[in-house]
Structure formats: C-alpha cells, structure tokens
C-alpha cells in the first residue's frame, strides 16, 4: 500500500469525523458535536495556526489524521509546533501511516524551520510509544491540567 500525506480537505470532512471520534473513544471522551464542528472550521481556516494533515491510500481514502498547532514560544526565536492529535484507523495500523504522518511534520519542522516539534501520550499508550521513542526519547516532563468546569 502506498501512502500519501497531504492537507486536509473540505471533502474530507465526513471521513475526518469517523477518525477524530475514534480518536476521541481511545483517550476516553465522549465526542462533542460542537467542540467537532469548532475544531473542523478551524481546521478549514487558512489564517489559522490550527493545522491537520492526512494520509491516504492509494484510492485517496483517508486512513490516518494529524492535527497540529503552529504557536509562538517563550524559549525560542521560532515558533514551535505542537501535535495535538494522530490517530490512525485500526484497520491500517502497522503499516507505517503513523511513521509517514510523523515523518511529514519532521519535515515540514526543517522546512519551515520551527524550532520544536513536540507530542504528549498516555503512559500506558506502549504501540504509539515505540513509534514516538524510534524518533526522540520523552523529555521527563510530567503534564499537569487543570479544567475550568465552567467551559467546554
């Protein structure tokens, strides 16, 4: 199977949907059909430092989507990006589209000279873990959230 990465596209909305709700039931979250319609009209906002990009097979079917976030730094002179979301669908794993989508953003960093790409995962996500270590070992960081009740 060849595997293409590419920019999201307006007709690939019904598709993005059945992978960002997987991806949505695999962290444990019930998918939100108002934060999904916000998160796709600033997926298709070109102005926007909210980013996705997908593979696709060779019949152009979308198998795999990565969000990312292009933002300003506090330690850098560049901006950095932040892959917020990857998730392939179950029925084309191991077959490298996690690696292709990853190797897309390496890329994409070095051409437009970002100074950082970085990823959060759950501890106990061990298939995306020897994907993410084959590329940096994690930093030791711990991630801690705190949620206003009050919004979405």
């Given at each position: 199977m060849q595997i293409t990465i590419r920019k999201l596209q307006i007709n690939d909305e019904a598709r993005w949907r059945v992978l960002w709700e997987g991806?949505?039931?695999?962290?444990?979250?019930?998918?939100?059909?108002?934060?999904?319609?916000?998160l796709w009209n600033r997926l298709m906002d070109s102005t926007g430092?909210?980013?996705?990009?997908?593979?696709?097979?060779?019949?152009?079917?979308?198998?795999g989507?990565?969000?990312?976030?292009?933002?300003?730094?506090?330690?850098?002179?560049?901006?950095?990006?932040?892959?917020?979301d990857i998730f392939v669908d179950p029925k084309a794993r191991a077959k490298r589209v996690g690696r292709t989508l990853m190797d897309w953003l390496v890329?994409?960093?070095?051409?437009?000279?970002?100074?950082?790409?970085?990823?959060?995962?759950?501890?106990?996500?061990?298939?995306?873990?020897i994907l993410y270590d084959?590329?940096?070992?994690?930093?030791?960081?711990l991630k801690y959230v705190m949620k206003n009740d009050e919004i979405l």
């Open positions: 991806y949505c039931h695999f962290y444990k979250r019930e998918p939100s059909e108002a934060i999904t319609q916000h430092s909210v980013n996705s990009i997908v593979a696709v097979n060779n019949d152009n079917y979308v198998i989507i990565a969000n990312y976030v292009v933002h300003e730094n506090t330690s850098t002179l560049s901006p950095v990006c932040y892959l917020q890329n994409e960093m070095k051409n437009k000279k970002w100074s950082r790409l970085y990823w959060n995962t759950k501890e106990d996500n061990y298939l995306a873990r084959s590329y940096t070992p994690h930093s030791g960081f």
